[in-house]
C-alpha cells in the first residue's frame, strides 16, 4: 500500500432512524489515516454520535458503505479492531477496577497472568496503581472514565473511539486528560476518532477537525491541524491555536446559518 | 431498640392481664414460655415438617422463576407478551388456592403445602428477576457488542450481575411468602404434627398457650430463614454501594 494507510473509510454513508424519521447522517465520506487524530465537532443532535456507531458497528447505516482496516465494519467488530468509550464512563458495577479492563481480555480468552501483567500496565498508563481492587462507585468521575479508557486500550485496539468521553468532566480534570490522552495516543500509535463539544479541546487534540451540520448530519468543513507536535501548555497560547479555533468556530456558524 | 423489645415483653406480661385481657385474647409471656416448654419436642417435630416445606417450596418456586425470568429475558417479544399477565398474577391473593391445591396433592401430602409455598414464591421472583435482566444501560450493552460478546456471555457478564440486587431483594419477600405458604397450607389440613395443623388444633381445643408457643416457633423461623436470606446478599453483593456503605 502506498501513501499513509486507511483505516476508516467511510463512502455516502446515510442514516435514517425508522423512528422518528429523522435523518441524522447524510452522505458521510471520511477517510481516517493510520496514526490520525481526528476530532467530530458540530451542533447537538447533528449526529457524531450516529456516525461513531456507525463506524464501529453498532447502528447500521441506511445507505453507504463503512470499511475499517479494508474490511466491512461487521467483519472488524467480529475481529475487535477498536475500543470504544462513551461519554458517560460505561463500567460494570459488580467488577473492580482491575476486572473492568480485563474484561475485553478474558473475552479474547488471555490466561489470567497475562492479563494481570497487562492490567497492571494499563493502570500505569492512566496512573491509577493501587486502585485494582476499588469498585467504580468509590472512584471519581475523571477516575472512572480513566478506567473506561484503559479498558478501551487493554486489547490494543488499532483504532479507538471516542464519544465525548471528557464531556462530564470539570476544566481543569479535562485538561489534564487531554494531556494523557495524548501521551496515550503517541506511545500506542494508535488512531483516535474523538467526538467532542469543545472547540478548544479539538483544536488542541487533533490532527484534524470534522465540522458538522444539523439536520441532516453532514460534513461541512475538514480543517487539518498544523500545530506542532507534541502538544503542550504553550500550544494553548500559541496565536496559530487561537488562528484555528476561530476557524472551526467559523465553519460551525456557517454550517448553523445554513439550516 | 432493646427498650422497646422489653417494654414490649413488660406489658405482655403484666399490664395486658392486669387491664382486663382475657387468656384467649393473649395468655401471658409466662404461660406461653410454660407451654413451649411442655410441648418442645412435639413443636420442634412440627416445625421441622412445615419448615421443610417452605424451604422445599421456596427452592423450588424461586428457581424455576429464575429459569423462567431467564427464559423471558432471552426471547423479549415472549416476555413483553408475558408480563402483563406476570404482574397481574402476582397481585393474585395465592394462599386462596391452598384448599385446591390439598384436593391435588391429598390433603395430608407435604406436597400440598410445597406447591403453595413455591407458587406464592414465584412471581415476585420472576417479576423482580426480569426487571433486572432487562434494566441493562444500553451502553453497557453496545460496550458488550463492541467485543462481539455472544448472547450467552452478555447474559453471564452483564444481565445476570446487573440482575442479582433484584433477585435478593425478591429472594428476601419469597423467604416471607415461603413460611406463610406452608403455615397457611397446614390450616387446611395437613399431617396433624405440622406446625399450622398444631396451631388450628390447639386452638379448637382451647388451648391458646400452645397454640402460641406455635405461632412463636413458626415467627422466629421465619425471621430467622429472611435473616439467612439477608446475610446471603450481604455476601454475594459484596460489590454494592448499599452494602459496603453499611459496613464502613
Ligand atoms: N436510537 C435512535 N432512534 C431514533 N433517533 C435517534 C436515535 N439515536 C439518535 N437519534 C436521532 O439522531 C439524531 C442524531 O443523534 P446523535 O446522538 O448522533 O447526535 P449527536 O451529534 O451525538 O448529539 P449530542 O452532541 O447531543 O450528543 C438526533 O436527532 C437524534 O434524535
Ligand atoms: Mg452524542
Redo the contacts with the bound molecule.
Keep these: 500500500m502506498s501513501g499513509p494507510e486507511v483505516v476508516v473509510q467511510a463512502r455516502g454513508v446515510s442514516k435514517v432512524?425508522a423512528?422518528?424519521g429523522?435523518t441524522?447522517l447524510q452522505d458521510i465520506d471520511l477517510d481516517v489515516a493510520r496514526g490520525e487524530f481526528v476530532s467530530l465537532i458540530?451542533?447537538?443532535?447533528?449526529?457524531?454520535?450516529?456516525?461513531l456507531?456507525v463506524i464501529g458497528d453498532l447502528?447500521e447505516p441506511t445507505a453507504g458503505e463503512i470499511l475499517v482496516n479494508g474490511k466491512p465494519a461487521h467483519r472488524a467488530r467480529l475481529d475487535r479492531d477498536y475500543g470504544i468509550v462513551f461519554?458517560a464512563a460505561v463500567l460494570y458495577d459488580w467488577r473492580t477496577v482491575a476486572k473492568n479492563i480485563a474484561l475485553p481480555l478474558e473475552l479474547l480468552g488471555w490466561s489470567r497472568a497475562r492479563r494481570a501483567e497487562r492490567v497492571a500496565e494499563m493502570l500505569e498508563l492512566v496512573e491509577l496503581e493501587g486502585f485494582e481492587r476499588h469498585y467504580p462507585w468509590q472512584l471519581s468521575g475523571g477516575m472512572q472514565q480513566r478506567v473506561s479508557i484503559a479498558r478501551a486500550l487493554s486489547f490494543s485496539p488499532a483504532l479507538l473511539l471516542m464519544?465525548?468521553p471528557f464531556g462530564a468532566l470539570d476544566e481543569m480534570t479535562r485538561e489534564r486528560l487531554n494531556d494523557e490522552l495524548l501521551r496515550i495516543w503517541a506511545e500506542t500509535g494508535s488512531t483516535v476518532i474523538f467526538?467532542t463539544?469543545s472547540i478548544s479541546e479539538a483544536v488542541y487534540l487533533s490532527t484534524r477537525v470534522v465540522v458538522?451540520s444539523a439536520?441532516p448530519?453532514r460534513i461541512t468543513t475538514v480543517i487539518p491541524i498544523d500545530l506542532a507536535q507534541p502538544r503542550t501548555f504553550a500550544t494553548r497560547e500559541d496565536p496559530r491555536f487561537f488562528e484555528l479555533v476561530t476557524e472551526v468556530r467559523e465553519a460551525l456558524h456557517a454550517g448553523g446559518a445554513d439550516v | 431498640m432493646t427498650i422497646v423489645f422489653a417494654v414490649g415483653l413488660v406489658s405482655w406480661q403484666w399490664v395486658l392481664p392486669f387491664l382486663g385481657v382475657e387468656r384467649y385474647l393473649l395468655p401471658p409471656l409466662t404461660d406461653v414460655l410454660e407451654a413451649l416448654w411442655d410441648a418442645r419436642s412435639e413443636l420442634l417435630r412440627g416445625a421441622r415438617i412445615t419448615f421443610s416445606e417452605a424451604i422445599g417450596g421456596f427452592v423450588i418456586g424461586c428457581s424455576v422463576a429464575f429459569a423462567c425470568a431467564l427464559g423471558l429475558a432471552r426471547w423479549r417479544p415472549l416476555g413483553n407478551a408475558l408480563m402483563p399477565y406476570m404482574v397481574a398474577a402476582n397481585a393474585v391473593p395465592i394462599v386462596a388456592f391452598a384448599p385446591i391445591t390439598n384436593a391435588w396433592f391429598g390433603t395430608l401430602s407435604p406436597w400440598s403445602k410445597v406447591v403453595i409455598a413455591a407458587i406464592l414464591c414465584f412471581f415476585p421472583v420472576l417479576v423482580n428477576t426480569l426487571r433486572g435482566l432487562t434494566s441493562v444501560r444500553p451502553e453497557a450493552l453496545e460496550l458488550m457488542r463492541s467485543y462481539a460478546a455472544p448472547q450467552r456471555v452478555v447474559f453471564r457478564r452483564v444481565r445476570i450481575p446487573n440482575s442479582l440486587p433484584f433477585v435478593l431483594s425478591a429472594l428476601k419477600i419469597a423467604s416471607v411468602l415461603a413460611m406463610i405458604g406452608a403455615v397457611v397450607g397446614d390450616y387446611f389440613g395437613g399431617s396433624t404434627e405440622a406446625l399450622g395443623v398444631m396451631i388450628v388444633s390447639s386452638v379448637s381445643l382451647a388451648q391458646y398457650e400452645t397454640a402460641w408457643a406455635a405461632i412463636l416457633v413458626a415467627s422466629v423461623l421465619g425471621i430467622a430463614f429472611y435473616g439467612a436470606v439477608a446475610l446471603v446478599e450481604r455476601l454475594v453483593l459484596g460489590w454494592h454501594p448499599s452494602i459496603r456503605a453499611g459496613v464502613e
Design positions: 432512524f423512528k422518528g429523522v441524522a458540530g451542533p447537538s443532535g447533528c449526529g457524531k454520535s450516529t456516525l456507531r447502528v461519554q464519544d465525548e467526538v463539544h458538522m439536520r448530519g
